[in-house]
């Protein structure tokens, strides 16, 4: 069973186009999409609608930084914070190129910042580049449950 992809984005045009790109990069990972802070806590800690979710986290996390409820800095520190967590790969996808949330994230531990781009193709071909590479590319920690990849060979 491969690990699925936690997209955590709140306007549905930028949601729409991960999603477009994430399928022509023909990745067999479900796509678990979450539209606010809190629904990514309640997910990554299975509480809530999510209690009985199957146990294990997500191969990655792409997260926009500005989400309603709990911000996506307050998610990733939540997640950094938390021993279950915290090896969970964390890219912040965002439309800001602001200094400070770039600093604060990298402070807070995310993998990757990615600044959204504007052209349609620019962004599909960031979106599918970033699904493989740590869907597919990305060596997970020691010790973490490796999960069958795209070849469906356990352990590869």
Avoid: C
Avoid at 25 to 42: H, I, P, T
Avoid at 110 to 139: M, Q
Wanted: charge should be negative.
């Amino acid at each position: 069973m491969l690990k699925p992809i936690l997209l955590v984005e709140d306007n549905p045009h930028d949601l729409e186009l991960t999603l477009v790109a994430l399928e022509r990069s023909q990745l067999a990972n479900e796509v678990v999409v979450l539209r606010d802070g809190a629904e990514a806590l309640d997910y990554l800690n299975r509480r809530g609608a999510y209690a009985e979710r199957v146990d294990g986290n997500p191969a990655v996390m792409l997260l926009d930084l500005k989400l309603p409820k709990v911000d996506g800095l307050e998610v990733l520190k939540a997640v950094r914070d938390s021993a279950e967590l915290r090896s969970i790969p964390v890219v912040m996808l965002t439309s800001s190129r602001e200094e400070p949330d770039l600093k604060r994230a990298y402070e807070l531990g995310v993998n990757a910042y990615v600044v959204k781009p504007v052209a349609f193709r620019d962004f599909v071909a960031a979106i599918a580049d970033l699904g493989v590479f740590w869907a597919v590319l990305n060596e997970p920690p020691p010790g973490s449950l490796r999960l069958e990849r795209r070849t469906g060979r356990a352990g590869d």
